[in-house]
Nanobody, 121 residues
Framework: QVQLVESGGGLVQAGGSLRLSCAAS????????MCWYRQAPGKQRELVAA???????NYADSVKGRFTISRDNAKNTVYLQMNSLKPEDTAVYYC???????????????WGQGTQVTVSS
């Protein structure tokens, strides 16, 4: 059983910062990549940022230069530092992991429960 638990969401004024965390726990052999997605009301879920086990990162154009994804491999935890937040960043943010569970030879995808980020103007 693998779980992803997110924390760090909340309400912040435009221009402010928030830091999201997501810890993966359970029977994990190795994690290939961890990502953050977001879904605003009435919109499709979109990829915000991703980081591989080797540290390669990828960002949506809308957050480049403002958001930073990082990872602590020893703790199976991924972070999303969000600076210069805008009202359009308001969404539910979901953690996603591609990993090999212990005893399995195929990659599996897991999702966290989501954490609300609200940016007021």
């Amino acid at each position: 059983q693998v779980q992803l638990v997110e924390s760090g969401g909340g309400l912040v004024q435009a221009g402010g910062s928030l830091r999201l965390s997501c810890a993966a726990s359970g029977s994990i052999f190795s994690i290939k990549a961890m990502c953050w997605y977001r879904q605003a009301p009435g919109k499709q879920r979109e990829l915000v940022a991703a980081i591989t086990s080797g540290g390669t990162t990828n960002y949506a154009d809308s957050v480049k230069g403002r958001f930073t994804i990082s990872r602590d491999n020893a703790k199976n935890t991924v972070y999303l530092q969000m600076n210069s937040l805008k009202p359009e960043d308001t969404a539910v943010y979901y953690c996603n992991a591609l990993l090999y569970p212990s005893g399995f030879s195929t990659l599996r995808e897991y999702w966290g429960q989501g954490t609300q980020v609200t940016v007021s103007s």
